[in-house]
């Protein structure tokens, strides 16, 4: 399944799924990135951040996106798009 068939989540549900996104593979524009190490939160409590992702394959490293960066996140695939 592609992204262009599961559904993005939107308004509550995208809100929901950005805390609980831990574990998904996270896409940019040419492709995977890396997966969600945690999910990081700044002043708003209840809104989170920032992503941590463990990204490369043979020399791991971690990286830190802020949330506005995220493009959509697809629940079904478990991946999470980036914005260009």
Wanted: glycine letters at 10%; charged letters at 25%.
């Amino acid at each position: 399944m592609s992204d262009n068939e599961a559904p993005a989540a939107s308004g509550a549900q995208e809100e929901y799924w950005l805390r609980r996104c831990h574990g998904f593979r996270v896409d940019g524009p040419n492709g995977r990135i890396g997966t969600v190490a945690d999910i990081l939160y700044g002043a708003e409590h209840d809104r989170p951040s920032a992503l941590l992702l463990r990204t490369g394959l043979l020399r791991q490293r971690l990286e830190i996106v802020p949330a506005e960066e995220i493009a959509a996140i697809y629940p079904r695939l478990e991946r999470v798009r980036l914005q260009g």
